[in-house]
């Protein structure tokens, strides 16, 4: 079975931390995706990736930035974590263009 | 205007019940379309893609409307385990794609 793992399923980090959170997938996928979904507003994107070393930004990619050094790992990279950045982080593959995504299962990230 | 619209429910049915929801989008060059599902706390599974000449999957057909901008599931014998938020996902550019917030579902014993 094809899978988008994500590194951790809940964080509570302190504001002003550096924050990590990695995403692997084992599909040999070319896309990668980074969305933050939160209530009323849906899924909103970060950041992705349409290939290794390449990157993009998606409609909200302020504060954050991302690395893919290798083809299955997509790395999203608070730089200085902020309360308004408590939220649902979703990582996300794609096989090519008119495919869906495949999620990993999320991080639920609180910033205190 | 949202480019991606749904009512957000929630629709509450009962067992065997038929359920229709749509989705609307405003981009008239919009490309390929999707349903997802998404329990509470869980990530969105991939339930359907949605194909100009309509498709369907045991209990669920999706429809595309090009004319109108809109697209729809019906779900037919609606099962408790129907339960779910669906998503509608469209996609607006090679790269982009623009979720909707989700249409509630509860299907009551």
């Known amino acids: 079975d094809v899978k988008v793992t994500q590194s951790s399923r809940y964080l509570v980090k302190r504001t002003g931390e550096k924050v990590f959170l990695e995403c692997v997938q084992d599909m040999d996928h070319e896309n990668m995706f980074w969305y933050r979904q939160d209530p009323g507003l849906g899924l909103r994107l970060i950041y992705f990736?349409?290939?290794?070393?390449?990157?993009e930004k998606g409609d909200i990619p302020e504060g954050y930035s991302v690395s893919r050094e290798k083809k299955e790992r997509f790395s999203l990279i608070l730089e200085s974590a902020s309360t308004n950045q408590t939220s649902m982080y979703l990582c996300?593959?794609?096989?090519?263009?008119?495919?869906?995504?495949?999620f990993g299962s999320g991080t639920r990230l609180t910033v205190v | 205007r949202k480019e991606v619209e749904q009512d957000p429910g929630p629709f509450n049915v009962p067992e065997g019940a038929t359920v229709a929801f749509n989705c609307t989008y405003s981009?008239?060059?919009?490309?390929?379309f999707f349903w997802y599902r998404q329990d509470c706390r869980k990530e969105p599974k991939l339930l359907m893609s949605v194909y100009s000449s309509g498709n369907e999957d045991g209990r669920f057909t999706a429809q595309l409307n090009r004319a109108s901008q809109y697209i729809s599931l019906l779900i037919r014998d609606s099962k408790l385990s129907d339960s779910a938020t669906y998503l509608c996902?469209?996609?607006?550019?090679?790269?982009?794609?623009?979720f909707g917030t989700g249409t509630r579902l509860k299907v009551l014993a």
């Open positions: 996902v469209v996609r607006s550019g090679t790269y982009k794609y623009i």
């Open positions: 996300a593959s794609r096989r090519a263009q008119n495919y869906g995504y495949t």
């Open positions: 981009n008239s060059a919009s490309q390929s």
């Open positions: 990736s349409y290939d290794v070393k390449m990157k």
